[in-house]
């Protein structure tokens, strides 16, 4: 009986304790992680939205004048290249006075060429004016000289009368007078004409100048009248044109969004600055149809603004990353390439910290507030 109530009390206290092994694997397991947190680097990464933009931003095409519209080819979504031309505008007003500058220019070239001649005691021929201005001038040499000849003969006829002394010294000196005198009015009309012809030849030397640096402003002005594309690139809020409509100076005709290189550009907080800079690491998961990609797109920080701006109302830096040509790999089975106007979430790696820092600093957070991490 006594064996048996034994046996009894032994089964009972071997049942109500019970082995401490697996409280001690326990025990020990979590003082391996909690020992290992320092060991343990993770990634603090940032995210912040953005969009693909190109690297040149979108034109504007303005006019620079007033006029009316021959022919315009403006249209949304018309791709065309650079120097293309875009909008006629109507020009007979221009081409009216650049004829009529060379016109004028030519009769002041024929003009010059006859007063060279004259100078040259050449006849000119290419216009009545001084054609007509030699003849004249002729003229009244032709009448001189024949004053000339007359008191020439005078002057000899009183030289042998007074030689003989028949006339007076008196009478002599004053034909003497009467041909020296004629002979300084020709002089003198020769002189005021060669005078006239060279002022009048620089007068009209200075008006060709001022005609042609006309003209070339004119010829400037008519390249105004042909609006082309600055870049190549695709026209976006192109204004309705057609024949007949009339534009001023500074009215917005459309704007045109450059083909070629993209990047994907978005706006940080500044308090992240200091640890992003040029090269830094970027994930970029783009959007489509509500599911983001499958596969990130790895890049890398290729420009980060120096100053900061305003982003929404709120101080931000921007950022651009360089995009290659590597496909995108959707959730739906979908492959597409990078495209003007894709919207992503970029992830930028910070910097790396071992988990038991970030757990004290949440602590330390938690226990004060008013500081930082």
């Not at 970029?346 to 938690?366: D, H, Q, T, Y």
Request: hydrophobic share 40%; proline share 4%; glycine share 4%.
């Amino acid at each position: 009986m006594e064996e048996l109530e034994d046996s009894t009390l032994n089964l009972i206290y071997r049942r109500q304790v019970r082995s401490s092994l697996p409280a001690y694997v326990i025990i020990l397991l979590v003082l391996g992680a909690f020992s290992s947190l320092p060991l343990v680097k993770v990634d603090v990464v940032t995210s912040v939205r953005g969009m693909v933009r190109p690297v040149q931003e979108p034109s504007e095409i303005f006019s620079n004048v007033s006029g009316m519209v021959e022919r315009s080819v403006l249209m949304d979504n018309r791709k065309f290249a650079a120097g293309d031309t875009l909008v006629w505008l109507k020009t007979d007003l221009l081409k009216a006075r650049i004829n009529a500058h060379q016109n004028r220019i030519s009769i002041h070239e024929a003009s010059v060429t006859d007063i060279r001649l004259i100078l040259e005691n050449q006849l000119p021929h290419f216009t009545s004016h001084y054609v007509q201005s030699h003849k004249n001038h002729q003229a009244n040499i032709a009448r001189l000289e024949i004053q000339k000849e007359f008191l020439q003969d005078e002057h000899r006829t009183s030289k042998i009368l007074f030689n003989q002394q028949v006339i007076s010294r008196h009478e002599y000196g004053k034909s003497l007078n009467q041909l020296r005198e004629i002979c300084a009015r020709e002089t003198d009309l020769k002189e005021a004409y060669k005078s006239s012809l060279e002022e009048g030849m620089l007068r009209i030397n200075l008006e060709i100048s001022q005609l042609s640096d006309d003209l070339s402003q004119i010829h400037a002005n008519l390249n105004e009248y042909y609006l082309v594309a600055p870049v190549a690139g695709t026209l976006f809020c192109s204004r309705s044109l057609s024949a007949g409509s009339v534009v001023h100076p500074g009215m917005s005709l459309a704007k045109i969004s450059p083909t070629g290189l993209l990047v994907a550009e978005c706006f940080i907080d500044p308090g992240h600055i200091p640890s992003v800079k040029e090269g830094t690491s970027v994930k970029l998961r783009f959007d489509d149809s509500g599911f983001r990609s499958h596969h990130p797109l790895e890049t890398h920080v290729d420009l980060l603004d120096q100053e900061v701006s305003l982003f929404n109302g709120t101080p931000t830096y921007r950022i651009r990353c360089t995009l290659d040509n590597s496909p995108i790999y959707y959730a739906n089975g979908s492959v597409e390439t990078v495209r003007n106007g894709m919207t992503f979430t970029a992830s930028f790696i910070l910097f790396r910290r071992s988990v038991a820092s970030l757990i004290l600093g949440k602590a330390n957070l938690w226990v004060n507030p008013s500081e930082s991490i």
